[in-house]
Nanobody, 129 residues
Framework: QVQLVESGGGLVQPGGSLRLSCAASGFTLDYYAIGWFRQAPGKEREGVSCISSSGGRTYYKDSVKGRVTISRDNAKNTVYLQMNSLKPEDTAVYYC??????????????????????WGQGTQVTVSS
């Protein structure tokens, strides 16, 4: 079966770092753009980052630029989200999703084009002292 699994979340102090992983099973990620999204309590889901199938193009939400890096290792069938200098406002459930094509057509934006994508179950990130 087709499945994405996020991992790497947890509790971290402000200024700390986490690396989230998105591992695929049942299909290979080589042909698909992968997005990272987050949803905080009481808030709308928002796009954080997106990476093209080859890794040649990356996109970021303005508020995380300089602190977040998306990457992929297609040989391991895994996409990563490295997050540094974390802030309390980064607290959210983080999700990855596989698009149906190779490019990030809307950059880092979450819109209806992602509704039918393949999604993981999410991993909780909590930034607190």
């Amino acid at each position: 079966q087709v499945q994405l699994v996020e991992s790497g979340g947890g509790l971290v102090q402000p200024g700390g770092s986490l690396r989230l992983s998105c591992a695929a099973s049942g299909f290979t990620l080589d042909y698909y753009a992968i997005g990272w999204f987050r949803q905080a309590p009481g808030k709308e889901r928002e796009g954080v980052s997106c990476i093209s199938s080859s890794g040649g193009r990356t996109y970021y939400k303005d508020s995380v630029k300089g602190r977040v890096t998306i990457s992929r290792d297609n040989a391991k069938n895994t996409v990563y989200l490295q997050m540094n200098s974390l802030k309390p406002e980064d607290t959210a459930v983080y999700y990855c999703a596989a698009d149906s094509g190779p490019v990030c057509l809307r950059g880092a934006t979450y819109d209806s084009n992602w509704y039918l994508a393949t999604w993981g179950q999410g991993t909780q990130v909590t930034v607190s002292s």
